[in-house]
């Protein structure tokens, strides 16, 4: 078993961190019934107050690009934007080989 994997950081700009992650926190709503969507889980660093990780599981690349379909997606990307510091950075794309909560669906 094999899935499609990114993990990455949104840095907010100042004192926009609590925001940044209340969007994300939306997104992952959103998609949570997504095709192929295993995990949308957001982070946050303590020693880093305006980061905001995300890490996601799903079971194919073409899931993950899939899922910028969803209803009200493009929306929240566009609320995310103004407040992103810098551009947006690719998170690192990696393969996930196994481990404990993403088998497959029923």
């Given at each position: 078993?094999?899935?499609?994997?990114?993990?990455?950081?949104?840095?907010?700009?100042?004192?926009?961190?609590?925001?940044?992650?209340e969007?994300?926190?939306?997104?992952?709503e959103?998609?949570?019934?997504?095709?192929?969507?295993?995990?949308?889980?957001?982070?946050?660093?303590?020693?880093?107050?305006?980061?905001?990780?995300v890490?996601?599981?799903?079971?194919?690349?073409?899931?993950?690009?899939?899922?910028?379909?969803?209803?009200?997606?493009?929306?929240?990307?566009g609320?995310?934007?103004?407040?992103?510091?810098?551009?947006?950075?690719?998170?690192?794309?990696?393969?996930?080989?196994?481990?404990?909560?993403?088998?497959?669906?029923?």
């Amino acid at each position: 078993m094999t899935k499609y994997g990114l993990h990455g950081k949104l840095k907010a700009t100042a004192g926009n961190g609590d925001k940044m992650a209340e969007i994300l926190l939306a997104a992952a709503e959103m998609v949570s019934t997504a095709r192929g969507c295993r995990l949308y889980a957001i982070s946050r660093d303590e020693n880093e107050p305006d980061a905001v990780w995300v890490t996601e599981i799903w079971d194919t690349k073409e899931d993950h690009d899939n899922s910028l379909k969803v209803p009200g997606v493009r929306e929240l990307i566009g609320r995310a934007m103004p407040i992103i510091d810098g551009p947006p950075q690719r998170g690192q794309e990696l393969t996930v080989v196994g481990g404990f909560g993403i088998q497959e669906k029923p």
